[in-house]
């Protein structure tokens, strides 16, 4: 019985009765902060200890695979036991695993293959040059959000009514020719793991009732987004009997665009018998300074289901605003704060950098590796999303299905073999005039000698190599099969031979891909190999590696600051957070500004970002900034506005005297220097490049004082940032 009450040790009320509510259906409402995931984590264990409920019994769900796994390593600590075959997971993974153990009342080929986001755009482009559509017409990409849209509603073409618009009708089209191909490669996307895995429930009754008998509890996370085809997979499978708990934030609802909605919150609590409905308002994470701010941000925002946070813990420090005048100054004074923190004792890990678009970690990546600060970012450069990573497992899909025509196509001819686009050309032609797979109509194409002279050659020896790579690793461990992959298929002599640190990095990520397969066999993984040997091993690498796209877990420990975008930091905390480029435009994102809706989405997502902040918060943002490519005046934030002054306080750095207000690039740093009779100093601007005789080239970051005091900072190439006395420096305008 001590194990028992030991659970809701260190609970509040309210905390307590969810965790240990008798069971049935229930909502837990609650803002950032509250303890939403541990009373979840907590309640599992309070099923399995107090009610009895078999680790079998439980289906967890959760946002993100690093959620998964911390869930499951906490609640192993809580219980003291091994729990490796708890489900717990994703929905994509607990899909996945349902596909895969019922593949054949699924349709689908034992060894199918799951493809990412990357993989369905380039299926669509090959889709639309086949069928000669006019691409501008029919943008790839968003032919692509029309076919995930239709998924996450449930929908097959079939069942999509184009009301006789021709455009509409087209979509259709190419969503079930897109069905065909991916029918015929064995490729299933993400979209696809769901809505199939519903359907194979719904199609099965006795499977259904077999898990509908099993799962005695269903708990979910983030259950705010959700959505539609989530929460009719979740009321399918419970058949609205197996008692639930759900977790969740409105305020926190930040996959709108991707098909979430906030309304099954309310949805659940209407449709779902005798919901109990708890709500949590103590927070637990943030100082009052922080959490005050993000009170005062999300209620800006209408329709909201109305909570408040409060906390006993200290005001803490006020929120600093840091205005740098370009992208490059707003990194250096994250970096170099960054510095100072670690220099005080803060481990690099407690530190998190988010930001709104992917494009902005460039320059902060630039500044951190000049500083020398470790880094590593979660979620962005997905290390199985990287050029050779997908190449190697292209060639590792191409052993177990040869059909799999989205990997022949990425690899045919990398390394370069000889085969050129208008081979592969007549290829694709062939293969959908008479509708089969791109590797049997380069068979065909052998056979009946339309492929002739070199081209044929270099095709022949491409497919020998594929067979080549099946039979000799036939009988090997995974990790040797992609050691032999990687070696024989020319590919990391490919990226050996390029020049320079890139190609380095390359070699160096497939190497690391023999180190994931080892300690996959070894049952790092997530989900471990049930069989671990050969193509069985090979295929739930695969899946994982598909799967797991987003968070390499080599780095978890190392002592790194940790960099991301505010859509992947959801549910983490960070002692210290800096949240950059918090501009207009920016966040709220430009695309996001004219609807309403979207606008108070992205409000959402910055009380995301500001309620992931334990100790410190930092908003910066840049009046100048160069983004893809160009060069544009930003102005602060809306949100910054909606803060409450006294939660805020501005940055100035130390010594500076007059850092120009509103910098320019058209305003001389001469016209301040020229006031106390500095008018012989060359005119000099922000950002500007300027030669020195001693340090040779560099860019000027940032300038402070007037008249004879008047210094600059500038960036040298080679030799690092330096503070440099305007009269004495000798710097040339370049
Ligand atoms: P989010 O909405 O961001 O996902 P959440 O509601 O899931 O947040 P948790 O991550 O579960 O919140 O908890 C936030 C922090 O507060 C964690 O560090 C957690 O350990 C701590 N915490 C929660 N409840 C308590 C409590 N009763 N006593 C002490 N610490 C607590
Ligand atoms: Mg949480």
């Known amino acids: 019985m001590d194990d028992v009450t030991a659970i809701l040790d260190h609970m509040n009320p309210a905390q307590r009765e969810a965790v240990s509510a008798p069971q049935g259906n229930m909502l837990v409402l609650a803002g950032a902060g509250s303890g939403k995931t541990r009373v979840l984590v907590h309640?599992?264990?309070?099923?399995?200890?107090?009610?009895?409920?078999?680790?079998?019994?439980?289906?967890?769900?959760?946002?993100?695979?690093?959620?998964?796994?911390?869930?499951?390593?906490?609640l192993e600590a809580l219980l003291g036991i091994s729990l490796r075959n708890v489900w717990v997971g994703t929905f994509h993974s607990i899909a996945h695993?349902?596909?895969?153990?019922?593949?054949?009342?699924?349709?689908?080929?034992?060894?199918?293959?799951?493809?990412?986001?990357?993989?369905?755009?380039?299926?669509?482009?090959?889709?639309?040059?086949?069928?000669?559509?006019?691409?501008?017409?029919?943008p790839p990409r968003q032919v692509q959000s029309f076919i995930s849209g239709?998924?996450?509603?449930?929908?097959?073409?079939?069942?999509?009514?184009?009301?006789?618009?021709?455009?509409?009708?087209?979509?259709?089209?190419?969503?079930?020719?897109?069905?065909?191909?991916?029918?015929?490669?064995?490729?299933?996307?993400?979209?696809?793991?769901?809505?199939?895995?519903?359907?194979?429930?719904?199609?099965?009754?006795?499977?259904?009732?077999?898990?509908?008998?099993?799962?005695?509890?269903?708990?979910?996370?983030?259950?705010?987004?959700?959505?539609?085809?989530?929460?009719?997979?979740?009321?399918?499978?419970?058949?609205?009997?197996?008692?639930?708990?759900?977790?969740?934030?409105?305020?926190?609802?930040?996959?709108?665009?991707?098909?979430?909605?906030?309304?099954?919150?309310?949805?659940?609590?209407?449709?779902?018998?005798?919901?109990?409905?708890?709500?949590?308002?103590?927070?637990?994470?943030?100082?009052?300074?922080?959490?005050?701010?993000?009170?005062?941000?999300?209620?800006?925002?209408?329709?909201?289901?109305?909570?408040?946070?409060?906390?006993?813990?200290?005001?803490?420090?006020?929120?600093?605003?840091?205005?740098?005048?370009?992208?490059?100054?707003?990194?250096?004074?994250?970096?170099?704060?960054?510095?100072?923190?670690?220099?005080?004792?803060?481990?690099?890990?407690?530190?998190?950098?988010?930001?709104?678009?992917?494009?902005?970690?460039?320059?902060?990546?630039?500044?951190?590796?000049?500083?020398?600060?470790?880094?590593?970012?979660?979620?962005?450069?997905?290390?199985?999303?990287?050029?050779?990573?997908?190449?190697?497992?292209?060639y590792l899909r191409l052993l177990l299905n040869r059909d799999d025509d989205a990997s022949l196509e990425r690899v045919i001819n990398v390394p370069a073999r000889g085969i050129g686009t208008r081979t592969v050309e007549v290829l694709r032609t062939r293969a959908r005039q008479t509708e089969v797979s791109l590797w049997q109509a380069l068979h065909d194409g052998l056979l009946d000698a339309s492929l002739k002279g070199r081209a044929a050659t270099a095709v022949r020896a491409f497919a020998d190599l594929i067979e080549r790579l099946d039979n000799d690793t036939a009988g090997l461990a995974l990790h040797e099969i992609i050691d032999h992959v990687i070696e024989t298929s020319g590919l990391i002599e490919h990226h050996r031979s390029e020049k320079g640190e890139k190609g380095q990095a390359r070699v160096e990520n497939l190497e690391e891909l023999v180190t994931a397969a080892k300690a996959f066999t070894q049952g790092e993984a997530f989900e471990p190999p049930e069989a671990g040997e050969g193509a069985v091993a090979l295929e739930g690498f695969l899946s994982e590696a598909a799967l797991n796209a987003g968070d390499h877990e080599a780095e978890e420990f190392e002592d790194c600051v940790q960099l991301m975008t505010l859509h992947s930091a959801k549910g983490l905390e960070f002692p210290v957070v800096f949240i950059a480029g918090v501009e207009e435009g920016l966040f709220p994102h430009k695309m996001?500004?004219?609807?309403?809706?979207?606008?108070?989405?992205?409000?959402?997502?910055?009380?995301?970002?500001?309620?992931?902040?334990?100790?410190?918060?930092?908003?910066?943002?840049?009046?100048?900034?160069?983004?893809?490519?160009?060069?544009?005046?930003?102005?602060?934030s809306r949100f910054l506005r909606e803060l409450p002054e006294e939660t805020l306080e501005e940055v100035r750095l130390r010594g500076q005297i007059s850092r120009p207000v509103t910098a320019r690039p058209a305003v001389g740093l001469s016209r301040q220097t020229s006031v106390d009779g500095g008018g012989e100093l060359p005119s000099l601007s922000l950002g500007q490049r300027v030669s020195h005789p001693v340090f040779g080239e560099g860019v000027i970051l940032n300038a402070e004082g007037e008249g004879e005091r008047a210094r600059v900072q500038v960036s040298f190439e080679g030799e690092g940032d330096k503070w440099l006395v305007l009269g004495f420096a000798k710097l040339k305008p370049l």
Not at 46 to 56: N, R
Not at 217 to 224: A, K, P, R, S, T
Not at 375 to 386: A, N, V
Request: aromatic share 8%; charged share 30%.
């Open 592 to 636: 996001s500004m004219e609807e309403p809706g979207r606008l108070e989405e992205e409000r959402r997502l910055c009380y995301v970002g500001l309620t992931r902040a334990m100790r410190k918060l930092y908003l910066t943002h840049a009046e100048l900034r160069r983004l893809h490519g160009k060069e544009t005046f930003q102005r602060a």
């Open 150 to 394: 239709c998924k996450e509603e449930g929908l097959r073409p079939h069942q999509v009514d184009a009301h006789g618009d021709a455009y509409l009708a087209q979509m259709v089209e190419l969503y079930e020719r897109y069905q065909l191909t991916c029918e015929r490669g064995g490729l299933v996307d993400f979209g696809e793991l769901l809505l199939r895995s519903l359907e194979l429930l719904r199609d099965n009754p006795a499977l259904l009732a077999h898990y509908q008998e099993r799962f005695g509890h269903v708990l979910v996370d983030e259950f705010q987004d959700t959505n539609t085809l989530q929460y009719a997979w979740l009321k399918l499978l419970t058949g609205m009997k197996t008692p639930m708990t759900v977790v969740g934030d409105d305020d926190q609802s930040i996959y709108g665009w991707r098909g979430a909605r906030i309304e099954n919150i309310r949805r659940f609590e209407q449709e779902f018998p005798a919901t109990r409905t708890v709500r949590l308002e103590q927070n637990y994470r943030s100082t009052s300074a922080i959490l005050d701010a993000a009170n005062a941000l999300i209620r800006h925002n209408a329709g909201r289901m109305g909570k408040e946070l409060w906390t006993e813990g200290a005001r803490g420090e006020p929120i600093s605003v840091y205005s740098g005048f370009n992208d490059l100054d707003e990194a250096r004074f994250i970096v170099d704060t960054i510095r100072e923190k670690v220099e005080e004792g803060i481990n690099r890990r407690e530190i998190a950098i988010l930001y709104r678009s992917n494009a902005q970690s460039r320059v902060l990546e630039e500044t951190l590796i000049r500083q020398g600060v470790p880094y590593r970012i979660y979620g962005g450069q997905r290390f199985y999303e990287r050029l050779e990573i997908k190449n190697a497992l292209a």
């Open 43 to 74: 309640r599992i264990a309070w099923l399995m200890q107090a009610e009895g409920l078999s680790p079998y019994a439980v289906l967890g769900v959760t946002f993100t695979n690093k959620a998964a796994r911390e869930m499951r390593t906490r």
């Open 97 to 138: 695993r349902l596909l895969r153990t019922h593949w054949q009342d699924a349709r689908l080929p034992q060894h199918f293959q799951i493809i990412d986001s990357d993989d369905q755009l380039r299926l669509v482009k090959r889709l639309l040059k086949d069928h000669r559509i006019d691409d501008e017409r029919f």
